[in-house]
């Protein structure tokens, strides 16, 4: 039941939830910058429901725990594309609910009082990509869940020095990395912080050591059987190889991204070492550091993307929470509240991203027989339940500059024979690349091949001769 005593003496912060709520209702229906992840993840574990192999029968350069999880569901559920992909976004949308309770948790139980946590949320919800990050389908959502399930227990442990709260926190930081392997690097940084804290203490590292159980029997087995299959060299091939070298390849788009939320890291940073000053209590402390040590990973691993900076965003918003809830009704506060409604919402209006809307009904289309045939050179559609009949679901300029590895393992495979003897049915490319100015190899769309075709959505091209046979 809704409090309208509080609504009234918060008027504000109950429009800024409102207009939140609507926000995230229509990135979820209609308005997904990221949309295409979450059909490529959706292809992925159609794929492992049917016995395909990550890897080894297709490429991917993530952890493959989500695909494994959801692969069941998508077994289970009729071939309607457009229906799998409403499913799995709703499942990231609870998830993520589920995530923020556990954040709920954090701000109650360690940054003293649970008003707080609405004032984090105000804080977190101004990062306006959160907006559609909370319903797509990718292994971010399910690793963040872990990760700051682990964390709330790595505070309960520093609290009650009991071994529990050690060991599940380790499975659940390492459940976060057999999701995404990013996660890695956080997950080091906690125990970083844990040694220092407990260095002289001899208690810690025997709970460090069966807490490291676990993670480490679980690693040797998915080690055995990647090795018994044949899929070591590949996996650390594609996920950890392939991903340094994209990750050079965009360093130019990571700039841009960095500078585009410049102010708010400022801003963070600001009020984080005024808080600082007045010796806060260890947690907070610590979350400094996790949002120190995040921002400088996202420096190195040169993060292209906003939805990146989510990890590092919520970590903001702890930090920035209590001197919100402060100085809410002083004037500087009131510049806060300028960023956290107008920004937002301007850049929700115009946001700087081609709406998914079209990229829906392009679905649609193709989505409507497996028999559709298609090749992503633009990363913007997939058909869900086409057969398998290529490794590559996409090729794109990541694909190209990153993956030398292409050449030397399929050296026989070119991407305009393959079109030509599949009578591809359809290809997608950016309406802005100009197909004269596209190197020439066997993994990039010729000019003799891309004639072959007729634009008939935005983004999208048919194949001309099955033009003619349906009209």
């Given amino acids: 039941m809704i409090n309208m005593d509080f609504v009234k003496q918060n008027k504000f912060m109950c429009l800024v939830f409102a207009l939140d709520i609507i926000a995230i209702i229509v990135a979820f229906l209609l308005h997904d910058p990221i949309l295409i992840d979450s059909m490529e993840h959706l292809r992925d574990c159609y794929l492992v429901s049917i016995g395909k192999v990550p890897y080894r029968d ?38 993520s609910l589920l995530t923020l309770y556990v954040l709920y948790m954090i701000v109650r139980d360690f940054f003293g009082e649970r008003e707080l946590y609405l004032y984090f949320l105000l804080c977190l919800l101004a990062f306006f990509p959160i907006w559609y990050i909370f319903s797509s389908f990718k292994p971010d959502v399910c690793a963040r869940l872990c990760y700051f399930g682990g964390l709330y227990l790595f505070f309960s442990y520093i609290r009650q020095q009991k071994t529990s709260k050690l060991v599940w926190c380790a499975f659940l930081l390492f459940t976060a990395f057999l999701f ?43 080690l055995y059987v990647f090795k018994a299959n044949d899929l070591l060299a590949i996996y650390f091939d594609l996920n950890w190889t392939f991903n340094t070298k994209v990750a050079h390849y965009l360093f130019f788009d990571m700039s841009r991204v960095l500078y585009y939320w410049a102010l708010h890291i400022i801003l963070i940073l600001m009020v984080a070492i005024y808080q600082l000053r007045k010796n806060p209590s260890i947690y907070y402390k610590i979350t400094f550091v996790l949002f120190c040590s995040e921002l400088l990973l ?66 649609q289309l193709v989505n409507q027989s497996p028999d559709n045939s298609i090749f992503d050179f633009a990363y913007k559609l997939m058909n869900i339940y086409e057969p398998n009949t290529n490794y590559y679901t996409v090729i794109t300029n990541r694909l190209i500059y990153g993956d030398n590895m292409m050449f030397n393992r ?7 024979k393959f079109i030509e003897q599949h009578k591809t049915k359809f290809i997608t490319l950016d309406d802005n690349i100009n197909i004269d100015d596209l190197p020439q190899n066997r993994f990039v769309v010729s000019k003799e091949t891309f004639d072959k075709y007729k634009k008939v959505r935005h983004n999208l091209y048919q194949r001309k001769d099955t033009i003619e046979n349906e009209d």
């Avoid at 844990?194 to 676990?214: E, G, M, W």
């Avoid at 209590?322 to 806060?336: C, D, M, T």
């Fill in 180 to 222: 995404l392997q990013n996660f890695l690097f956080q997950a080091g940084i906690i125990a970083i912080v844990a040694i220092t804290l407990y260095y002289n203490n001899r208690q810690f590292y025997r709970d460090a050591l069966l807490a490291s159980c676990l993670p480490l029997l679980i690693t040797f087995l998915l």
């Fill in 58 to 95: 297709f490429f991917e350069h993530h952890h493959p725990l989500l695909w494994y999880t959801f692969a069941p569901l998508i077994h289970i559920l009729p071939h309607n594309a457009l229906l799998a992909l409403y499913v799995v976004k709703g499942s990231s949308l609870l998830i």
């Fill in 410 to 416: 399929f050296p026989d495979y070119d991407i305009n």
């Fill in 298 to 363: 996202n420096v190195a691993a040169q993060a292209p993307y906003p939805h990146y900076l989510t990890l590092l965003m919520t970590f903001g918003a702890l930090l920035t929470a209590q001197p919100l809830l402060r100085f809410w009704n002083s004037l500087p506060v009131l510049y806060i509240k300028i960023l956290i409604i107008f920004i937002p919402v301007a850049h929700f209006i115009f946001l700087p991203y081609k709406t998914s809307w079209y990229n829906l009904k392009s679905f």
